[in-house]
Antibody, heavy 120, light 111 residues
Framework: QVQLQESGPGLVKPSQTLSLTCTVS??????????WSWIRQHPGKGLEWIGY???????YYNPSLKSRVIISVDTSKNQFSLRLSSVSAADTAVYYC????????????WGQGTLVIVSS | QSVLTQPPSVSGAPGQRVTISCTGS?????????VHWYQQLPGTAPKLLIY???HRPSGVPDRFSGSKSGTSASLAITGLQADDEADYYC???????????FGGGTKLTVL
């Protein structure tokens, strides 16, 4: 059974960088065949795709966030990470990591989500 | 702002049938990309409900069905049950933006 688990600070100060890690179990990121993604949900709002990454490091980002986002992988730890720079209150959201078979495919496995609040 | 348009809310009585629409454009659904549907119960992560327009993952009841035509797609739920009360999201892909898209979500209320 594939499982994903987000981890990272729940509180980030404005203008700083939000950093989250997703630990994958039950599947190997380096085996290829999947894209590994970050998605967020603002409080009481809908889902927003942030970006995804293939195991070899190729990344695709939401154009609206592209200038501030970096998704990276650590295959030795079977983890992938999100870094979002210059955060503001508008980045307060629940952040999910998820697996997708192909770029236009469904997100078949999700983490439970982690709430990140941006506040001083 | 979501590029895929869903009604904010729908409702139905137990046992009834409801449908949720998802309208896109010629660069996403209309370009031939598949539509996928998710169910999000309160306080939980979204769960894949329908993939590839009309396919159900293992464990999803056949009360849930999906279809796609032109630039739109629909999710139908028959035999409504109280625990179907949730938010439902459609998802597709935009070839011009090279990214995944979600609809704004539809809140289903079981009366």
């Amino acid at each position: 059974q594939v499982q994903l688990q987000e981890s990272g600070p729940g509180l980030v100060k404005p203008s700083q960088t939000l950093s989250l890690t997703c630990t994958v179990s039950g599947d190997s990121i380096s085996s290829g065949g999947y894209y590994w993604s970050w998605i967020r949900q603002h409080p009481g709002k809908g889902l927003e795709w942030i970006g995804y990454m293939f195991y070899n490091g190729i990344t695709y980002y939401n154009p609206s966030l592209k200038s501030r986002v970096i998704i990276s992988v650590d295959t030795s730890k079977n983890q992938f990470s999100l870094r979002l720079s210059s955060v503001s209150a508008a980045d307060t959201a629940v952040y999910y990591c998820a697996r997708v078979v192909q770029r236009d495919g469904p997100f078949d496995y999700w983490g439970q989500g982690t709430l990140v609040i941006v506040s001083s | 702002q979501s590029v895929l348009t869903q009604p904010p809310s729908v409702s139905g009585a137990p046992g009834q049938r409801v449908t949720i629409s998802c309208t896109g454009s010629s660069s996403d659904i209309g370009a031939g990309y598949d539509v996928h549907w998710y169910q999000q119960l309160p306080g939980t992560a979204p769960k894949l409900l329908i993939y590839g327009n009309s396919h159900r993952p293992s464990g999803v009841p056949d009360r849930f069905s999906g279809s796609k035509s032109g630039t739109s797609a629909s999710l139908a739920i028959t035999g409504l049950q109280a625990d179907d009360e949730a938010d439902y999201y459609c998802q597709s892909y935009d070839s011009s933006l090279i990214n995944s898209l979600f609809g704004g979500g539809t809140k289903l209320t079981v009366l």
